[in-house]
């Protein structure tokens, strides 16, 4: 017997509005966009551009900002959504413990070794944060682009076929990114 339609998206629903309770006191950098909108695109990027319906990734897509950016903790995450879920979190989550040069080093780390489901998170993160970009000063996007470089090149490590798509997606975003950058800063 398959799942009802409701027993199909419930999961998915439920982990929208968990993300939303949990970043809904936060703003994007522009200082007007509510911080939920992120993840929400994250997850339609990997839904969407990346074609994937698979529903760990697109749960590790909505939470992936969860763990670092707000009061969320593994538990709560495992408890709700499972252990998977929750390690997929994790790997996409910075450590704060650490000074920022060892932070960034673990982090390379951790997306050069994670699974698919990272992997396809993290390129959609990296692609959402180009978009949403515009609004910053041409050294914050030039700041941007480098980092984009460094996360894209982490997670080419043991790429799974999964992937490849998806990254040629953002390398050819990142291209297109740094032109419009370049022009940007000769004017």
């Known amino acids: 017997m398959t799942d009802s339609v409701a027993d199909q998206y419930r999961s998915l629903l439920e982990t929208v509005s968990f993300a939303a309770r949990a970043h809904r006191h936060q703003v994007r ?5 509510p911080y939920a909108a992120h993840p929400f695109r994250v ?5 969407h551009m990346f074609g994937i319906d698979d529903a760990e990734f697109l749960a590790a897509a909505l939470l992936h900002d969860t763990l670092e950016d707000t009061t969320t903790d593994f538990d709560d995450l495992a408890e709700r959504f499972g252990t998977n879920v929750a390690g997929h979190v994790a790997d996409l989550s910075k450590d704060t413990r650490l000074p920022d040069d060892k932070r960034e080093a673990a982090y390379m780390a951790t997306l050069a ?12 993160d990296i692609f959402d944060n180009l978009i ?8 914050a996007r030039d700041r941007t682009a480098d980092r984009s470089r460094h996360y894209l090149e982490a997670l080419e490590k043991n790429l799974p076929a999964i992937a490849v798509k998806p990254m040629a997606i953002v390398r ?4 297109e990114f740094t032109d419009i950058v370049q022009v940007a800063g000769d004017e």
């Open 132 to 139: 949403d970009s515009r609004h910053l000063s041409a050294t």
């Open 113 to 124: 070794a994670a699974g698919p489901a990272v992997k396809i998170a993290k390129l959609a």
């Open 43 to 47: 997850c339609l990027i990997v839904r």
């Open 29 to 33: 950098k522009d200082r007007e966009t």
């Open 172 to 175: 050819q975003l990142l291209s």
